[in-house]
């Protein structure tokens, strides 16, 4: 049996790293419903906008350990908002929109 060290960073610090790493390499592919629509950021756009997103958030009064709803489809800016919100220092609770 393999066993799996869990990281001793938070998601939102290991992509900062990544970024840092890597800012010009792909980090988010969004392909859309046809190939007109499909989409994608670097490591450095994304670390730009969900910093900036996150610093918003964080005017807006969340703190730490705050519940953030995220309702929309799985694309590009639901990957931007959930790394905003723990930037913030907020969690994220996914809503599925195929639900009543």
């Not at 190939?35 to 703190?63: F, I, N």
Request: aromatic share 12%; net charge neutral; charged share 20%.
């Amino acid at each position: 049996m393999v066993k799996f060290k869990y990281p001793d960073k938070l998601l939102h610090e290991m992509f900062s790293e990544q970024a840092e790493r890597t800012p010009d390499r792909t980090a988010i592919i969004d392909p859309g419903v046809n190939p007109a629509e499909y989409r994608q950021l670097s490591y450095a756009q994304v670390q730009s906008k969900t910093s900036l997103l996150g610093l918003w958030l964080r005017h807006k009064g969340v703190v730490e350990d705050c519940i953030i709803p995220i309702y929309m489809v799985r694309c590009l800016e639901f990957a931007l908002c959930y790394v905003s919100i723990l930037k913030s220092g907020g969690a994220y609770l996914p809503l599925e929109i195929g639900y009543p």
